[in-house]
T-cell receptor, first 114, second 113 residues
Framework: AQSVTQLDSQVPVFEEAPVELRCNYS??????LFWYVQYPNQGLQLLLK??????LVKGINGFEAEFNKSQTSFHLRKPSVHISDTAEYFC????????????FGRGTSLIVHP | EAGVAQSPRYKIIEKRQSVAFWCNPI?????LYWYQQILGQGPKLLIQ????????DSQLPKDRFSAERLKGVDSTLKIQPAKLEDSAVYLC???????????FGPGTRLLVL
């Protein structure tokens, strides 16, 4: 089975500052990794995903994440955040290939202050 | 392209009452999922359909929860009778196939009093 740990439940940051949201996973098999964003009262929206290839993945809204197999991490970064990035961010992992259901982390609340 | 539609958006009921949620997936998406998201947690899969067949319902509390996807398009999720711990957001998602990216609806927020 796979598991996901999002190390920070809440990350406060000032507008235009850089941010990193941490995600570590556990799995005995190869995996796909995802970051989703959930704005207030909305469903989840895919930010980016790692399936294979380059370990640096670029997503929407200026976010990127780096897959680190040795550290079993998939941290999300943005060099300069906006007020509109305030939302809940979920890291998810699933077995690679086939039709498998992702396991989601508990989420990190990103709060951007002016 | 229209997204995943869900209704109602909000529902308040008393315990032991029944409730039903509706989901209309993106056109052409064969796979449909229902998730339960309890406050402060990530989504947890309740049931996965491939067309109108159930692929995985291992996490569905079958004594009170039921779901169907007649004709392989729309789906309904029912809770009967509801318990206080069922208070959560119920998310519907769809994908072209089981391996593809899931697209989520806005969710139905259920409060059981």
């Amino acid at each position: 089975a796979q598991s996901v740990t999002q190390l920070d439940s809440q990350v406060p940051v000032f507008e235009e500052a850089p941010v990193e949201l941490r995600c570590n996973y556990s799995s005995s098999v190869s995996v796909y990794l995802f970051w989703y964003v959930q704005y207030p009262n909305q469903g989840l929206q895919l930010l980016l995903k790692y399936l294979s290839g380059s370990t640096l993945v670029k997503g929407i809204n200026g976010f990127e994440a780096e897959f680190n197999k040795s550290q079993t991490s998939f941290h999300l970064r943005k060099p300069s955040v906006h007020i509109s990035d305030t939302a809940e961010y979920f890291c998810a992992v699933r077995k690679s290939g086939g039709s498998y259901i992702p396991t989601f982390g508990r989420g990190t609340s990103l709060i951007v202050h002016p | 392209e229209a997204g995943v539609a869900q209704s109602p958006r909000y529902k308040i009921i008393e315990k032991r009452q029944s409730v039903a949620f509706w989901c209309n997936p993106i056109s052409g998406h064969a796979t449909l999922y229902w998730y339960q998201q309890i406050l402060g947690q990530g989504p947890k899969l309740l049931i996965q359909f491939q067309n109108n067949g159930v692929v995985d319902d291992s996490q569905l509390p079958k004594d009170r929860f039921s779901a169907e996807r007649l004709k392989g398009v729309d789906s309904t999720l029912k809770i009967q009778p509801a318990k206080l711990e069922d208070s959560a957001v119920y998310l519907c998602a769809s994908s072209l196939g089981g391996e593809e990216t899931q697209y989520f609806g806005p969710g139905t927020r259920l409060l059981v009093l």
